[in-house]
Nanobody, 124 residues
Framework: QVTLVESGGGFAQPGGSLRLSCQVS????????MGWFRQGPGKEREFVAA????????YHSHSVRGRFTISKSNTENAAYLQMNSLKPEDTAVYYC?????????????????WGQGTQVTVSA
């Protein structure tokens, strides 16, 4: 059974930082690309960041580039999203997802496995 469990969400003030973790079990993350997506209130799910199976290629959406950084640890079988300089518009439920083709694409339809999500709220 494959499970993805996000953690690290919570409250932050504008300009603050949070680090999200996605612990994966039931598959070998060294073969999988990983992605982070988010869904804000009344909004559709949107791409945030992705990383290929090797960890050498990373992609970040324009809205988070320079502030957020995706990473993965194949030894820990986990993915991470470091979020700095947080803004109120970053408020959303954040989801991690695994892509068995290893590509780490921006389209959520390319991901086979999803976590349950973790809430991030940025407010003064």
């Amino acid at each position: 059974q494959v499970t993805l469990v996000e953690s690290g969400g919570g409250f932050a003030q504008p300009g603050g930082s949070l680090r999200l973790s996605c612990q994966v079990s039931g598959l070998d993350l060294s073969d999988y690309g990983m992605g982070w997506f988010r869904q804000g209130p009344g909004k559709e799910r949107e791409f945030v960041a992705a990383i290929r199976y090797s960890g050498r290629n990373k992609y970040h959406s324009h809205s988070v580039r320079g502030r957020f950084t995706i990473s993965k640890s194949n030894t820990e079988n986990a993915a991470y999203l470091q979020m700095n300089s947080l803004k109120p518009e970053d408020t959303a439920v954040y989801y991690c997802a695994a892509d068995e083709r290893g590509l780490g694409n921006t389209d959520p339809r390319d991901y086979e496995y999803w976590g349950q999500g973790t809430q991030v709220t940025v407010s003064a």
